[in-house]
């Protein structure tokens, strides 16, 4: 069982709806929960982070936790044709170390 | 204009060669990563380092080498032992603040010839 996983898409959507990407971690002492943005080519851009339970919102994104479940879902509001990317997962797991447990990525297309 | 510089940008090498890559940060973050990248897959962690002079090995180190002589640099060399080192190169520092929040470099992309 992969440790951090993530559907790897392509998940196609039209512009203007909301984009849902989810992501399941193995490891239950995760603390600390990442999403990153990668476009085709380049270095991947932080978009938000999480740490407790329930939404977090910031602008047209929100990242929902459930450590529960295990499960750590980003959502796109009103989906732009530039949101077209890879979009990835990391999960700070117990330990000091700082170290990041990444997802293979999904893969987002909208499609105007 | 503080950030993570990565250079070069693209990289060729033969193959038997060692190649290093470097990373600068001008963030004053204490640790920095290396991870690697191929198509269609996630990062994977090579080295990482917390301060200055200690590293760690990673998930997949075999046929990589590191150095954090000075806090701001972190190069990575990759030498003639790693079998398949064609991939996207990628390094990370890390906030000090509690947040474990990376940020990445622009990348080095290696091919060998």
């Known amino acids: 069982q992969k440790e951090v996983e993530q559907n790897s898409g392509p998940l196609s959507v039209p512009e203007g709806a909301i984009a849902s990407l989810n992501c399941t971690y193995s490891?239950?002492?995760?603390?600390?929960f990442f999403w990153y943005r990668q476009y085709s080519g380049k270095s991947p851009e932080l978009i938000m982070f999480?740490?407790?339970?329930g939404d977090k919102e910031d602008g047209r994104f929100t990242a929902q936790l459930n450590k529960a479940s295990q499960y750590v879902s980003l959502l796109i509001r009103d989906s732009q044709p530039s949101d077209s990317a890879t979009y990835l997962c990391?999960?700070?797991?117990?330990?000091?170390?700082?170290?990041?447990?990444f997802g293979q990525g999904t893969t987002l297309q909208v499609k105007p | 204009d503080g950030g993570i510089t990565q250079s070069p940008k693209y990289l060729f090498r033969k193959e038997g060669q060692n190649v290093t890559l470097s990373c600068e940060q001008n963030?004053?973050?204490?640790?920095m990563y290396w991870y690697r990248q191929d198509p269609g897959q996630g990062l994977r962690l090579i080295y990482y380092?917390?301060?200055?002079?200690?590293?760690q090995k990673g998930d997949i180190a075999e046929g990589y080498s590191v150095s954090r002589e000075k806090k701001e640099s972190f190069p990575l060399t990759v030498t003639s032992a790693q079998k398949n080192p064609t991939a996207f190169y990628l390094c990370?520092?890390?906030?000090?603040?509690?947040?474990?929040?990376?940020?990445f470099g622009p990348g080095t992309r290696l091919t060998v010839l």
């Open positions: 990370a520092s890390r906030s000090n603040s509690h947040t474990d929040t990376q940020y």
């Open positions: 963030l004053n973050h204490d640790a």
């Open positions: 999480i740490y407790s339970n």
């Open positions: 490891d239950r002492g995760s603390q600390s």
């Open positions: 380092s917390q301060i200055v002079n200690d590293f």
């Open positions: 990391a999960v700070h797991g117990s330990g000091n170390t700082g170290k990041l447990i």
